[in-house]
């Protein structure tokens, strides 16, 4: 079995995610990149759902992905979320919140 088939982007919690990373069935950076084209995929196209305003600049999370694998494998990890993406809901709209 491969890890992907392994692995449902949409029930996936935290609690699945770290055993993978811990096992090296999966980096940091491949998380991150699985997940920002599961949103690209049906945000706004695909399924339309239209439940991320915004992500932080790829380019800024995917380097952020590299230094936390990169600690990972030099330091071990610094918690159970190490490494972990998450999607934060905020309850309004606010101007300048994610920039």
Known sequence: MSPNSRLNLITATAGDLRPLLEAGEFTSVEL????????AAHNHAGMKLNAIITTAPTDRVLDEARALDEERRMTGPRSRL??????????SERSGYLR
């Open 32 to 39: 991150v990149e699985l997940y920002l084209a599961q949103i």
């Open 82 to 91: 190490h490494g972990i993406p998450v999607i934060l809901k905020v309850g």
